[in-house]
């Protein structure tokens, strides 16, 4: 290979227009309405690599002392600002995390120090600059893997592009010593060539990693909004609804019979009136909460609508559905709800509805836990009532 064909400084060129270029699809991405926690780090840490990188290639054109300071400087910020990202996807964020920023100034002193000395210092700059970002990088990478769910194919690419860094970091620290003739940064030789080539494959794939984050927290988002009651945290009507396939599918290859009971608070609208509705809140949620409590891991529990709660009881007859409907409502019964320091207490009534060979499907003994339902409610509520 002849090296004279590649020429470092147009390479390291590229690599400032692809952070450009990924720095405009950030931008973009930070203009939606719901933005990805950690979006706003990571769009000004290729903010501040390309204007690092920038400063880097201006090294022929300015003052060596400018770009050493203030392009090292940028690029030391920027993985700290990658950091700072994942910290906030992560949830685990601290108010005094964003003082490591103030690390990127204290290296760049280091440098221009390092620079008024009058002495040659490329190697001991060198081993400065790459020994911070090795830091930085592993610190990244291991938060990039940490509680990483299967799912999460972003974070594992972010982390591989973090590793390519991390790579390019040890060649730079290493290649110093093992290779010949310690040139400067924007001299054609083996060691740039190999550096800013692997560089530009990092910057691509950390940018393409970032908007997979992005695209992957929205999804979940929506799922998680589609499929659970923001109030209560427990399945909505319409998860209940997509459930019912599965449900009647179970039923029809294990000829097994299920139950339902269909929940429903009494005189929940004189709750309302006169406490208020976040009071009526409060209660929908101890609701939930006690009802969580109660039902085994296999059993679906969903908010249906309003002060209405249903629970699917796999495996379980009219007789056994019935007896865990009657130990709910005591139990909800005697339960005090606590209020602003006042004791406050609800009662239910249950309708209770089993499955046989001629009903299979969930709407049809929906129908008939709300008949039942209605009963309760008619003779007086506070009970159970079987349909």
Sequence with gaps: MHLDLFDVQTILFMNVLICACLSV????NIRDRYVCPGIWYWFGA??????????????????????????????ILSYIQLWLGLRQYTKSLRPHDKLLMLLAPCVSL??????????????????????????LIVMSITLALKNRKPTESGRLLFACSLLLALGNAFFRTFALHLLPGNSGLLDTNLQNVILMTTSEV?????????????????????????????LTGIYNRYALIELSETIALTTN????????????????????????????DIVLKQIATTLKENIRHRDILARYGGEEFVVVLPDCDTASAKTWAERTRKIIENK?????????????????????YSILGLDDVIKLADQALYAAKKAGRNQVQTG
């Design 25 to 28: 699809a950030l931008f973009f």
């Design 46 to 75: 290729f903010i501040s690599l390309t204007a690092g990188l920038f400063f880097l290639w201006l090294r022929l054109h300015v003052s060596l002392w400018i770009s050493v300071v203030f392009g090292n400087g940028l690029i």
């Design 110 to 135: 280091v440098l221009f120090a390092l620079l008024s000395t009058g002495k040659d210092s490329f190697i001991i700059r060198s081993q400065v600059v790459a020994y911070t970002l090795l830091c």
């Design 202 to 230: 990092s910057l691509l794939a950390s940018g393409f990693s970032i908007m997979i984050i992005s695209s992957q927290w929205l999804q979940q988002r929506l799922y998680v909004h589609a499929t659970y009651d923001s």
């Design 253 to 280: 290859l294990t000829q097994r019979v299920w139950s339902l009971a269909m929940i429903d608070i009494d005189h929940f609208k004189a709750v309302n009136d006169q406490y208020g509705h976040p009071v009526g």
């Design 336 to 356: 005090a709800i606590t209020i602003h320091g006042q004791y406050l207490h609800v009662t239910v009534s249950i309708g209770v509805a089993t499955s046989n």
